[in-house]
T-cell receptor, first 113, second 110 residues
């Protein structure tokens, strides 16, 4: 079974721009979560989608948003990019909502100049 | 709230040495516990997990036992290889999200 895939793997943007990241979960998994990884803050939860609905949201500003499609693929959007948004963005999928095991993709490395 | 504390690195070992990474947690209820590993330039890979007290997770020679009385989930491997060089994260969940420790960088020298 194929794992979680994320595209693109690398992105370079400038301040003020917006960016969209994509995640395809493991086949059959309906829950997709997004995490931000930075050297200073470590791994932080952004949000979770299940059956096309945002179920939970972490403590991030409204510039961070997402959505999930009927095939469970998810996109994450960051508007008005700031230098501090430079990070590795990780997508994780799990079969069910709740405490099921999460499987991670390779991440998208976003650099904001 | 939930929190995970793991021993700070970096840890440098010689091949075939014994590895221990300490992890303790604070959580309500009965969380599931995980160890994830991150190799350079990659995402997180699930290494092992335990879902209830006294469970032992194991994979690729690594082991960790869920100790509720000490709220710990220490990672051990008896004989490390150069290929084990990576960052190791202890994590827990008792709801929808994972809470992670800060990560421990392990370097194994030949």
């Amino acid at each position: 079974k194929a794992g979680v895939t994320q595209t693109p793997r690398y992105l370079i943007k400038t301040r003020g721009q917006q960016v969209t990241l994509s995640c395809s979960p493991i086949s059959g998994h309906r829950s997709v979560s997004w995490y931000q990884q930075t050297p200073g803050q470590g791994l932080q939860f952004l949000f979770e989608y299940f059956s096309e609905t945002q179920r939970n949201k972490g403590n991030f500003p409204g510039r961070f948003s997402g959505r999930q499609f009927s095939n469970s693929r998810s996109e994450m959007n960051v508007s008005t990019l700031e230098l501090g948004d430079s990070a590795l963005y990780l997508c994780a999928s799990k079969a069910l909502a709740g405490t099921d095991t999460q499987y991670f993709g390779p991440g998208t490395r976003l650099t904001v100049l | 709230g939930n929190s995970v504390t793991q021993m700070e690195g970096p840890v440098t070992l010689s091949e075939e040495a014994f590895l221990t990474i300490n992890c303790t947690y604070t959580a309500t209820g009965y969380p599931s516990l995980f160890w994830y590993v991150q190799y350079p330039g990659e995402g997180l890979q699930l290494l092992l997990k335990a879902t209830k007290a006294d469970d032992k997770g194991s994979n690729k020679g690594f082991e960790a036992t869920y100790r509720k009385e000490t709220t710990s989930f220490h990672l051990e491997k008896g004989s490390v290889q150069v290929s084990d060089s990576a960052v190791y994260f202890c994590a827990l969940t008792n709801d929808y999200k994972l809470s992670f420790g800060a990560g421990t960088t392990v370097t194994v020298r030949a």
